[in-house]
């Protein structure tokens, strides 16, 4: 029997990875999701998540006393929260990457006001690719151009099938595109992985690179396109035949797409390998048409970057305590600025940097007080002096997301979700002004 | 019995981006990123039962996860921790000037510890909170 109190809301955005998938169907029931379809596991345990049967969902703000956490009103847990980062020298506003746009601009000003280092998550995933671009400019465009008209794609360092679950399904192997009628039959697919992933088990050719040596890869792909031929029986553990096969595949094809993962942001050289990626993409376009692109993890990271370069010039690791931006990666880097113990007040807002940081980091942090903005129970909320308890971003909030490609989406709400809670831009807002009031701005 | 000379790669895993979500504190996390997957070749030499709790250690510290076998093998030589406070216990924190640290491509060692516990996650990290 059809029952009448379902409400379905059609064309949902994902608020999971940088795929932004925005097809999602979602039933609710007295404001409790009942059904997902279209999502991947993943997206689809967010849903469920916000149901008011997870434990781990806050219901009030919390402040720690006596060393534990205590239930505390919002007065009380903004003004603790207000008070720390008035009376910070170097505070720490991270994070950013999953919540919206409206309210990352805020944290911008929360950043200015209190003088502190603003930093988002892709100061530990994608940061090199940034600073790559900055270096060496990007050839790029839009997962939708890619889906109609690539029939090469390459995956380099990085596993959608675990990651980015419908990837290859949306945007870049399975999917039938313009040009490319016969799906993943029109499409030659390449991966570039030490290991034997998921994704690499799907593909057309699997180059087993060894560990941190993608940097090498790159410069022999680039020599033998140059039409110089490899004094190295082997580079990066892969036989020159196979290189030049590989260069042969690549000058061959009418649209070719590099995407790339933390195999190559993560591993020892960093934004040099990214940007050797790009000039190698760059002198591709000299034979036919080859583009690049980040395969971005959090939903709103590539938003974070963006919205933050709009309000300060910078994308991330940006540093206000002489009252205007400076920018240095490596200096006013999250993990960096940590390592060097300077930072006394941690603001974090939609991250969870005790679970995601080097263990060494998360040390300095937690020697000092920490203000954890967050839904659910994590370690950082757990081990945090004040929990402000939010609305779930793209479930109970509307706000705008950028996906992997910067191409704004913007996100659904489909339930209200517990009485009391504030949206992270409500949150801003008012530490904003306690803050103000402090100062006397 | 251990293995000396494996290469650590940390990466994200779908199950364990599933646990993320349905909690992090909850013991499915656990159990979805507190393990080591092997290679077979490299898990025969260890010569234990698969699941038993092995102690790996870098240059930047050492964690006691549970060791199963990879699907996304073979790699010999290779070991896979999923993203995690397991893997960040090893992780190398520095990021040669640029910020980002490298999570990736450690030299390790491995070895089976007798009556080793695999802690679960904020008693892994509590141990920071002063």
């Known amino acids: 029997m059809i029952n009448k109190h379902v409400k379905t809301h059609t064309d949902v955005v994902c608020p999971f990875c940088g795929s932004l998938c925005d097809d999602l169907e979602v039933d609710v029931v007295n404001d409790e999701v009942v059904e997902v379809r279209n999502a991947c596991k993943i997206g689809t345990q967010i849903y469920f998540s916000s149901n008011s049967d997870n434990s781990d969902r806050y219901t009030s703000p919390m402040i720690r006393k006596d060393g534990e956490l205590h239930p505390a009103t919002w007065e009380e847990a903004l003004e603790k929260a207000a008070t720390l980062l008035a009376n910070a020298k170097r505070p720490l506003l991270y994070g950013w990457s999953s919540t919206e746009a409206e309210a990352i601009q805020l944290g911008v000003e929360l950043a200015e006001i209190t003088g502190g280092i603003l930093d988002n998550c892709s100061s530990i995933c994608h940061g090199p690719s940034i600073m790559a671009m900055q270096d060496a400019g990007i050839p790029k465009s839009t997962l939708g151009d890619y889906k109609n008209r690539a029939d090469l794609v390459i995956f380099w360092g990085c596993n959608p099938v675990h990651a980015h679950p419908r990837h290859l399904g949306r945007y870049s192997e399975f999917i039938r595109g313009y040009f490319r009628k016969d799906g993943l039959n029109d499409r030659f697919m390449v991966v570039i992985d030490p290991r034997t992933t998921h994704t690499a088990q799907l593909a057309d050719l699997h180059i087993k690179v060894n560990p941190s040596e993608d940097y090498e890869l790159f410069s022999a792909l680039r020599t033998v396109l140059k039409g110089i031929e490899l004094e190295e029986e082997y580079v990066s553990g892969i036989p020159r035949e196979q290189i030049e096969q590989l260069v042969e595949v690549m000058k061959s094809c009418n649209y070719g797409v590099i995407y790339y993962g933390l195999g190559l942001t993560h591993s020892l050289s960093h934004h040099r390998n990214v940007e050797n990626a790009i000039c190698l993409t760059r002198e591709l376009n000299d034979h036919t048409k080859f583009l690049i692109q980040p395969m971005r993890g959090h939903y709103n990271v590539a938003g974070s970057n963006i919205v933050f370069s709009w309000n300060t010039g910078y994308p991330l690791a940006i540093d206000f305590s002489r009252g205007y931006p400076r920018y240095n990666p490596g200096e006013y880097s999250v993990v960096p600025a940590l390592l060097r113990d300077e930072i006394d007040v941690t603001i974090v807002v939609a991250s969870d940097p005790v679970l995601n940081f080097p263990a060494a980091a998360v040390e300095n942090m937690l020697k000092h007080p920490l203000i954890s903005v967050e839904p659910h129970e994590t370690p950082t909320s757990a081990l945090a002096d004040v929990v402000l308890p939010v609305k779930i971003c793209g479930v109970e909030a509307e706000g705008t997301a950028y996906r992997m490609d910067n191409v704004p989406i913007r996100l659904r709400k489909v339930k209200d979700g517990p009485n009391g809670l504030l949206t992270d831009r409500e949150i801003m807002k008012r530490l904003i002004n306690a803050i103000k009031q402090k100062k006397n701005l | ?130």
């Not at chain 2, 499915?28 to 790996?56: H, N, S």
């Not at chain 2, 510290?61 to 199963?68: A, K, N, W």
């Not at chain 2, 990021?95 to 080793?116: I, L």
Request: positive net charge; glycine residues 10%; aromatic residues 6%.
């Open chain 2, 1 to 130: 019995m251990s293995l000396e000379n494996l290469v650590l790669i940390t990466g994200q895993q779908i199950d364990q981006g599933v646990a993320l979500e349905a909690g992090k504190t909850k013991q499915k996390y656990v159990q979805a990123a507190g393990v080591c997957k092997f290679d077979k070749e490299d898990f025969r030499k260890l010569g234990c039962l698969i699941g038993t709790p092995v102690k790996v250690s870098t240059e930047y510290g050492e964690v006691v996860v549970y060791s199963i076998l990879s699907e996304e093998a073979p790699h010999p030589g290779i070991i896979f921790i999923p993203a995690g406070p397991w893997a960040n216990q090893l992780v190398n924190p520095d990021s040669q000037g640029m910020g980002t640290p490298t999570y990736k491509g450690m030299k390790a060692k491995v070895e089976v510890v007798e009556n080793g516990k695999v802690l679960g996650t904020i008693a892994l990290l509590k141990k920071y909170k002063k």
